[in-house]
């Protein structure tokens, strides 16, 4: 029979930079070694690969004499590697120049390591603008891939078939990616599948990619997942009369003209689906993995839509910015410019600013991974020169509002206008950030329920709330008629650069519950101790008595003794508390050990007072099932207080760092 389809075969794998060794063991021995060791005895079969930089230089690392064997595949001119951003970053997200940077990183580390450059790249959940073209088009990427349906969304009606895209007069070629058969191979033969797939036309010049990612249901070993492999490659030979594979390089130098398209800002569908949902009104249904009739336009569907739906992101995405205008602003040191753009490349990995079902943006240690190298490049912007601490005022987190930027040589305090409330609480001896929580939400695909915070868990976010509010009622996030502050605005009252101290005052406002107790809040930054008091007066002609309760959420690398530990200051004395002992009765303060950075921090307050401790957990997806993620310890001081007409009351807290 007459070779009428071409196949690109393709396989790509990414693990985060930051998550932790299992996740690295269990994608090389359930994806990556079985799949290569089996299309090793199928030497005329050839096989287009994307290994993020991270997992590469795990490899690297682990099993060196693997790249050994993927260098003779390479040499056989059976495996063509794909580039891309070393550290796996949303393309749409970052920079020009740091994705020049990325891409040539990866690119060299391949070409050192397998001997030669790639010619395409990767884009990690084929999230594409047009404007990528000149990116990649200046990065020496001759061709990518993107999915099938975003072809459609172009109204493209053959999809087995490369085109160009053009912009601001530079091209790249991209292929399609038949991703509509993906799920079939775990599900049937894989004969059946690839029958399928050399039927669905009869154009001899037909280009079809497929990338699975699953090629058996049952995945729990390597032994059966080899197998299911070597039943595809089998029956990937027994149809070689009909079918010819081969790689995206090699076919491109022989086409010639090819259609020229513009594909709309867009990205594989359950990307397109988990960036939409949560921001807009209207929601959309989950696309079916694999149902071609499926496939739905998201409209808006952006990367950046992630920053809206999670503060969290735009957070970390904020950093990112702030710290790439800190090393462009670094002259005459080019090799300590290299090494902090370099700590901002880890920090750019797409894990760290989405959410797709399962892990990212919701795992607390690829945030914290994050944070740490933006902190790292931040030190190095500052070596070398006398720091001078200081406080600005500008809009860090780019929502159009004045944020203070409280900085000493040790330690940075963010403030936001909303709630006067500490977003950003970084100790940068340790490079850690020590307010990288996670609000707790209910997500589209968890059945399970949790309580639902509807903020971004900060620091000395402010509570009115009635005297009968117990420690029960916090736990399940019910406070009664109460008044939230951290939706309210505060007024600057004065801002003092020289002492790094800032003022603000919140007006009463009579319609809310106790809206008429004004809050005047003074924050003051010297050395490796913060301090905020608080003033609450009575404006109400009759008495009013409430709870004040600050929250100070500070988030740890996990919550059992391996990564924190918890003491009670008061007497003169530090008793050890733990996490199921909840309140805390007429105590001074609370100590707080970070093990693993070896930092203690002690909450004190000015005079006795309860306090309320509640371990923060998110529900999430982990192999399948679904588990709790620490995010973070949330401390309450609750202060019982009852003001008369016009009376104030004064308290101070003091957060104080060592190590």
């Known amino acids: 029979m ?6 690109i075969l393709g396989s790509h794998h990414h693990v985060p930079y930051g998550a932790c060794e299992d996740d690295f063991v269990n994608a090389y021995n359930l994806k990556l070694k079985p799949f290569i060791t089996t299309l090793y005895k199928f030497p005329h079969i050839p096989a287009v690969l994307h290994y993020s930089g991270v997992l590469l230089y795990w490899i690297e690392r682990h099993d060196p004499g693997f790249f050994l064997l993927m260098e003779e595949m390479a040499a056989r001119k059976q495996l063509e590697f794909l580039g891309g951003g070393f550290y796996e970053p949303l393309m749409p997200l970052i920079s020009l120049s740091d994705k020049i940077g990325q891409i040539e990183m990866l690119t060299t580390y391949l070409r050192k390591q397998f ?14 603008n047009q404007s990528l073209v000149g990116a990649l088009s200046t990065s020496g990427m001759n061709f990518t891939f993107l999915d099938e349906s975003q072809f459609r969304f172009a109204g493209i009606g053959k999809i087995d078939y490369p085109c160009i895209a053009e912009d601001m007069g530079k091209i790249i070629a991209v292929f399609p990616i038949a991703s509509s058969y993906h799920a079939e191979f775990a599900k049937k033969k894989a004969g059946d599948v690839l029958d399928a797939i050399m039927a669905s036309g009869a154009d001899a010049d037909r280009i079809i990619s497929i990338f699975p990612e699953h090629f058996c249901e049952d995945e729990s070993s390597a032994a059966s997942i080899e197998s299911a492999m070597h039943d595809f490659f089998e029956a990937a030979s027994q149809r070689s009369d009909s079918a010819v594979f081969s790689t995206p390089g090699k076919l491109l130098k022989t086409l010639s003209s090819l259609e020229r398209i513009y594909i709309p800002s867009s990205s594989e569908q359950r990307f397109m689906y988990w960036a939409m949902n949560g921001t807009s009104k209207t929601k959309y249904p989950l696309p079916e993995t694999g149902n071609v009739q499926s496939e739905l336009y998201y409209p808006g569907s952006m990367p950046k839509q992630f920053l809206v739906r999670y503060p969290e992101a735009n957070g970390l995405y904020a950093k990112m910015m702030y710290t790439s205008t800190l090393i462009s602003q670094l002259r005459g040191d080019k090799s300590r410019k290299q090494t902090a753009r370099e700590e901002l490349w880890k920090a750019q990995g797409c894990d760290a600013f989405c959410h797709i079902g399962s892990g990212g943006i919701y795992l607390n240690a690829i945030r914290k991974a994050a944070y740490k190298s933006l902190l790292e490049a931040e030190r190095i912007t500052r070596e070398k020169r006398n720091f001078i601490p200081s406080l600005a005022a500008f809009d860090f987190d780019l929502d159009g509002e004045v944020e203070y930027l409280f900085q000493e040589k040790d330690i940075n305090v963010y ?3 909303a709630g006067a409330a500490v977003f950003e609480l970084d100790y940068l001896p340790k490079a850690w950030n020590y307010l990288d929580t996670f609000s707790r939400r209910n997500e ?3 059945t399970a329920k949790t309580i639902e915070d509807g903020y971004r868990r900060s620091a000395f976010l402010d509570r009115l709330v009635p005297p009968n509010i117990t420690f029960q009622d916090a736990l399940n996030a019910d406070f009664g008629h109460s008044r939230f502050c951290a939706f309210e605005r505060y007024t600057l009252l004065d801002m003092d650069r020289l002492h790094q101290k800032a003022a603000f005052t919140l007006p009463v406002k009579p319609e809310n519950p106790y809206g008429n107790i004004e809050i005047e809040k003074h924050y003051h930054l010297k050395k490796d101790a ?14 009013s008595s409430f709870q004040f309760i600050p929250e100070i959420d500070l988030s740890f690398a996990g919550e059992t003794e391996k990564f924190q530990r918890l003491f009670a200051i008061g007497g003169g004395e530090k008793t050890p508390v733990s996490f199921d002992e909840g309140t805390l009765y007429a105590v001074m303060g609370l100590e ?3 093990i693993k950075n070896e930092v203690v921090i002690n909450l004190l307050s000015d005079n006795p007072c309860n306090m309320w401790i509640i371990p923060i957990r998110t529900l999430d997806r982990k192999n399948g099932s679904i588990a709790e993620q620490y995010q973070s310890t949330c ?5 019982q207080l009852s003001l008369k007409p016009q009376e104030s009351y004064k308290t101070v807290f003091t957060l104080r760092f060592c190590h």
């Open 530 to 543: 913060l301090s905020v008091s608080y003033t609450l007066t009575n404006l109400d002609e009759t008495a």
């Open 2 to 7: 007459k070779q009428n389809v071409k196949i």
């Open 415 to 417: 403030v936001k206008s």
């Open 115 to 128: 001997g030669k450059r790639p010619q395409g790249c990767w884009l990690p959940f084929l999230s594409w």
């Open 635 to 639: 401390i309450m001081p609750v202060k």
């Open 444 to 446: 589209h695909d968890i």
């Open 592 to 594: 707080l050990q970070d």
